[in-house]
């Protein structure tokens, strides 16, 4: 394996980000000095993940007030700057969390404005290092079989984080002791995160994997194939009740019906006390053209329209493990975050 992947990383006064829209034909990077642009990379998906977009948001504070100097904004064009990072993805937490934990030190200037952030970061790589060893020693104690073969869903690798990744992190782990037979990975409609970005990184680390159409994913459960399905999350309401990409609530009801574990693996930033229920969370609406074409070229007739939410919500009672950086909690079982 190369070095460690690292989707984000600050440079001093600029915000470097592997650009996910390319991937895995190429392997490119965006530099972000304006938060226009760093607005637009987290709407395009140049960056994304929940973790990854808590530290984009923290540092975006940061290349708020870097712009501010350089262009002479008044206070209230800084404060809109930065509302507009806060608010550029709704459902995933992260993203407003990072920007909410910088944004009081705006007042103490830019380099405690960036230490902070860099902090956002370092606890992000920590956290993830962490839920990885406690997802794999929960699935460990409560699965028979060896080696086991997983179901993944969407991308929740070091390209969406910090670094190290979040149910990637879990698998990571997990091969890394030798334990791995298999990875199903679904496709991830309609922007193929799984196939363009979780797959690479499968790749790249050397774990066994197959890619599958989101549709199989269910039946792939059911016929027996699947040990466990450990996916992340982009929010997650008090109650235990978790967003992610669309298509992981169809995935948790087949584990559910097949008696296999279903694993949320996300750090507890991505618990939202605040939020009372999955039916709180604000689901995303993405550009109709995301499911009526692709590349460019429009597969659904002229008159159609899409309907293209970004996420869905597994209600708690399916979650059999939802695992942080301190610990593993049961919402199927009545244990959850706002316990």
């Avoid at 193929?192 to 774990?207: D, I």
């Avoid at 009740?241 to 008696?259: E, M, P, Q, R, W």
Wanted: net charge negative; hydrophobic share 50%; aromatic share 4%.
């Amino acid at each position: 394996m190369d070095e460690e992947l690292r989707a984000i990383a600050w440079t001093g006064d600029t915000l470097t980000l592997i650009d996910q829209t390319v991937l895995p034909d190429r392997l490119e990077h965006l530099e972000v000095r304006e938060v226009d642009v760093l607005v637009d990379a987290v709407r395009r998906l140049v960056v994304r993940g929940a973790p990854a977009l808590g530290v984009a948001g923290a540092y975006g504070v940061v290349l708020a007030m870097l712009q501010a100097g350089r262009e002479g904004w008044d206070r209230a064009t800084l404060e809109a700057a930065v509302d507009r990072v806060r608010e550029a993805r709704p459902t995933a937490v992260n993203l407003a969390v990072g920007v909410d934990r910088v944004r009081p030190l705006i007042d103490a200037g830019v380099e405690a404005a960036a230490a902070e952030a860099g902090r956002v970061l370092e606890e992000d790589v920590a956290a993830n290092r962490a839920l990885g060893a406690h997802g794999a020693d929960w699935i460990l104690a409560r699965v028979a079989r060896r080696p086991l073969r997983i179901l993944t869903h969407c991308n929740a690798g070091a390209l969406a984080t910090a670094g190290w990744g979040t149910a990637l992190g879990v698998v990571r782990e997990l091969h890394a002791r030798g334990l791995v037979e298999t990875v199903y990975v679904d496709e991830t409609r309609p922007l193929l995160q799984g196939s363009r970005l979780t797959a690479w990184e499968l790749a790249r680390e050397g774990v066994p994997h197959r890619v599958q159409i989101d549709g199989a994913a269910p039946s792939t459960v059911l016929r027996g194939l699947v040990d466990v399905a450990i996916v992340g999350a982009d929010r997650i309401a008090a109650n235990g009740d978790t967003a992610n990409k669309i298509g992981t609530v169809g995935v948790a009801l087949a584990c559910a019906d097949a008696g296999i574990p279903f694993v949320v693996a996300a750090p507890w930033s991505t618990v939202d006390r605040a939020t009372a229920t999955g039916a709180d969370i604000p689901i995303e609406l993405r550009d109709d053209a995301e499911v009526l074409g692709r590349q460019g070229s429009r597969t659904a007739p002229a008159a159609s329209r899409g309907f293209n939410p970004a996420f869905d919500v597994t209600p708690a009672r399916l979650v059999d493990a939802l695992v942080t950086e301190s610990g593993v909690l049961e919402p199927a079982r009545g244990r959850v975050p706002g316990a």
